[in-house]
């Protein structure tokens, strides 16, 4: 029991964290913009802790499961956090725009700042790092197809028509995502696996005794009760801390983001570092067609319960980073091989994203 604990500390952390928010959350508004900004910062503090707990059980299970399960796991249990964070934060808000810019911040997170961090690091430890082109490809075609469908056609919906184009936007998701996981849990499954060479390394310390997959299911299912019991506060403060402030209409987004790719991050540099591009790969392209596909979908299902539409249409400017850091992928993700070369050119593009975010571009 005692090392239980001691390994779910986090966790314990969070929850401690959250009921004493929520016994002070309405004292401290009468404490200025400063209580309220140290009260977001620790709230979100929090929230990484609890997310990073997820992200913990969840490769758990994922390295009992292997390619590509344990990567779909991984990056599902991401973007369920990302879905709570950002129902809640928006319901607060009330920003029509905070969802499109919320999925757009985290595929340039995942794809130009994951991947392209992942690949320099990996590139200048390891020179060049193979995977299974047909995943890159496959991912490739799919984000570029549900981006197009959800997030360009959009701005040429008339208003009259948002329903209906809503309600084709979740069915067509749900069908491409669907057919995906076929592909990815079936006959073509090795498109997502890659066999690497047999070698010593040293074995991550085991998990506490008599904990299984149930174990680590049941602490994922605690830490996103915890994601959303802190998200429900963070909403409160984050939107006392912005009142009369002028920042980038972009950083709500990039904080929700930011949030729910951190633990994908951690995971995708350990895995670059130990030489496994694959799960890079997966982790990289997977999370952004899951955040594309599924966070699209819940939010309209939500459009559509409340009636009120959400702009899922991106700015000019968006649509452009969005093609060329797909293009980018495309090109450098078709050989089988990452070098340090093209980590920079993500990076690069990943800079770019928020120098147009500090322009409120």
Known sequence: MKSILQSEKSLLLAFAVAAVGYAVD??????????????????IGAILAASLNVARHAERIAQKLGDPYGSMILTLSAVLVEVIVLATVSAKTGSPTLVRDSIYSAVMLDINGLLGIAALIGGFRHGEQAYNDDSARTYSVMILTAVTVSMIIPEFVPQADWRTYSAFTIVAMLLLYGVFLRMQTGPHSYFFSYSYPDKKTRRPAPAPASTGWRYSAAMMACGIIAVGLLAELM?????????GVNVPAGLVALIVA??????????AVRAALANRMQSVVNIALGASLSTVILTVSAMEVMALISGQRIDLAMTPPQTLMMLVTLLVAAINLNDGQTNAIEGMTHFILFTTFLMLLALGL
Not at 26 to 43: D, H, K, N, Q
Not at 235 to 243: A, F, G, I, T, Y
Not at 259 to 266: F, G, K, V, Y
Request: glycine share 8%.
């Open 26 to 43: 309405t004292p401290l508004a009468g404490f200025g913009r400063l209580a309220s900004v140290s009260e977001t910062i620790l709230l």
């Open 258 to 267: 930011g949030i729910s790719a951190a633990p994908e991050m951690l995971t």
């Open 235 to 243: 909403s409160h403060s984050l939107d006392r801390s912005l009142k």
